[in-house]
Nanobody, 119 residues
Framework: VELVESGGGVVHPGGSLRLSCAASGNFDDIIQMSWYRQAPGKEREFVADIVSGDAARYADSVMGRFTVSRNYTKNTSLLQMNSLEPADTAAYLC??????????????WGRGTQVTVSS
């Protein structure tokens, strides 16, 4: 299973970015697609996710500013980030929980894409 993230960059406070995550591999289903972030010297923290059949969930710190979506056909997820703040600066990582035809499950992490919010 491979995850490829893209869309990171440098923006001014108040700006926007859209991150993309694409999953590929011999899995049967993606049970959950999530976004996390990790800033230097800090622990990895949950940002947003969509569990199959359920509504999106967000960290309180990004509620109302970020929007997560999934394309179930293409196995992709988008994270639209608006009104970015310097505190949003971090490496953003995509995470999936996949199920294989033999019913085994696997957690997979992407390598991350850097988001820097600076004036």
């Amino acid at each position: 299973v491979e995850l490829v993230e893209s869309g990171g960059g440098v923006v001014h406070p108040g700006g926007s970015l859209r991150l993309s995550c694409a999953a590929s591999g011999n899995f049967d289903d993606i049970i959950q697609m999530s976004w996390y972030r990790q800033a230097p010297g800090k622990e990895r923290e949950f940002v947003a996710d969509i569990v199959s059949g359920d509504a999106a969930r967000y960290a309180d710190s990004v509620m109302g500013r970020f929007t997560v979506s999934r394309n179930y056909t293409k196995n992709t997820s988008l994270l639209q980030m608006n009104s970015l703040e310097p505190a949003d600066t971090a490496a953003y990582l995509c995470h999936v929980l996949v199920k294989f035809p033999n019913h085994a499950r696997q957690n997979v992490w992407g390598r991350g894409t850097q988001v820097t919010v600076s004036s």
